[in-house]
């Protein structure tokens, strides 16, 4: 089970296997969602921008989100 530290300014280095896992490109910038479980506890999850002239194409998934 790989650890991470927080530093003193609260951000963590994840350590490349855990990057690989995500699929998260080497070296560029990357965006993750912390998503609280229903547990209680948090998950990290890839994600993606979506370009506005394509959010129409997902507006029902997201409104199905945000009832929850």
């Known amino acids: 089970m790989p650890y991470v ?26 965006m993750l969602v912390l998503a609280r479980t229903r547990r209680g ?4 999850l890839p994600a993606a921008s979506i370009p506005h002239p394509c959010l129409w194409l997902c507006e029902e998934e997201i409104d199905d989100g945000a009832a929850d």
């Open 5 to 30: 530290r927080i530093d003193p300014r609260g951000r963590i280095t994840l350590p490349r296997p855990v990057r690989r896992a995500l699929g998260l490109p080497p070296g560029g910038d990357a």
């Open 41 to 44: 506890t948090y998950e990290l």
